[in-house]
């Protein structure tokens, strides 16, 4: 077994996921098309809606995730490619649901599908990517992947279900929020890892690795978008700063912030969440409760402890230039932040 490895914090540059991009470009071209093939339809409005999305920006890093497991594991097929595709599709259809879910407007600074083409069109072209991502995950023929995916995609509907009945509850304790984000954001993450394991007919402690790898990737990302949904600004998330606030989401910063409290600042807190008291000046008392209690900071803590541990997870993978960028994939995810 190879030594655990321990550099979180410790790169001499910024951590980047250019090392990522570089080692599963020539992969990534072959899910591309993939993805490119089966968002396409007789109906237009499907491929023009998905494509909005897909094509909108993003880092690809779930399928990525999925490429780059695999070459930590030095597997030579192709299986990985439909794979890969299918999770993007999962990833890009819960998206679509969510911002219908969130009356979100910005994803990646555009505007987001349901506001151009309407709530149901959104909710309908996400359900059509649904079911192509099970197409895909039949076609690879292993029941075992079927497994994984099947139950990531369950799971994550079972975090958001979790989540929605969950705004605007000022109760929710920190337990809860991680059962959530475990659940609506890690699983995919983990599944997109494990399923390399699976494909490649690597042992079990190899795939336990990778899954807990994505697991802990997953959760340390989720704390980090939910902190600097308070110390960021819409160009830099790509969406409108606050929006978690607005919508009575009770992430770990007001979980902390809220336990920490006075009377006042509690009051403050039921205000704004359970009462919906949200508007631009209780942002701002909101972030400055958040410095008086280091609840920022704590959950980026919090996130830092999480990609440890995803990084450690790694520790039995052989030295390679996967592995490295795996770890600095990690590396990244926290350093958004800051």
């Not at 591309?32 to 890093?61: E, T, Y």
């Not at 999925?66 to 439909?82: E, I, M, N, Q, W």
Request: proline fraction near 3%.
């Amino acid at each position: 077994m190879t030594a655990t490895v321990h550099r979180l914090g410790g790169a001499a540059s910024p951590p980047s996921l250019d090392p990522m991009i570089a080692i599963t470009a020539h992969d990534m071209n072959c899910v591309n098309a993939v993805i490119l093939d089966r968002m396409q339809s007789d109906i237009p409005l499907i491929p023009k809606l998905a494509g909005h999305l897909i094509a909108g920006g993003g880092k690809r890093m779930r399928p990525m995730l999925t490429l780059a497991s695999a070459a930590v594991l030095d597997y030579a097929g192709t299986r990985h490619h439909r794979l890969a595709a299918a999770v993007e599709f999962i990833h890009t259809a819960t998206l679509l649901h969510d911002d219908v879910v969130d009356g979100s407007d910005l994803r990646r600074g555009k505007r987001t599908a349901n506001i151009i083409w309407g709530n149901p069109a959104s909710v309908l072209v996400g359900d059509f990517l649904f079911s192509r991502s099970f197409e895909l995950m039949v076609e690879d023929g292993s029941l075992k992947v079927l497994k994984i995916l099947s139950n990531a995609s369950a799971v994550i509907a079972e975090g958001e279900v979790n989540q929605l009945t969950a705004i605007r509850r000022i109760d929710v304790g920190e337990e809860r929020y991680l059962e959530i984000i475990g659940a609506k954001t890690a699983a995919l993450f983990a599944a997109a890892c494990r399923i390399a394991a699976v494909v490649a007919e690597r042992p079990a402690a190899e795939e336990a690795a990778l899954d807990a790898y994505g697991r802990n990737l997953g959760i340390a990302f989720q704390l980090v978008d939910d902190a600097i949904d308070y110390v960021s600004d819409a160009d830099t998330m790509g969406k409108d700063a606050g929006d978690d606030f607005r919508e009575g989401k009770m992430t770990l910063p007001v979980i902390l912030a809220y336990a920490r409290g006075d009377a006042e600042a509690r009051a403050f807190w039921q205000r704004a969440i359970r009462e919906g008291e949200a508007g631009e000046a209780e942002l701002a008392e909101a972030v400055a409760r958040m410095r008086e209690t280091r609840a920022v900071d704590d959950t980026l803590a919090r996130a830092r402890h999480y990609g440890q541990r995803a990084i450690d997870a790694l520790g039995m993978f052989a030295p390679s230039a996967a592995r490295e960028a795996m770890v600095e994939a990690v590396e990244f995810a926290i350093a958004r932040a800051y």
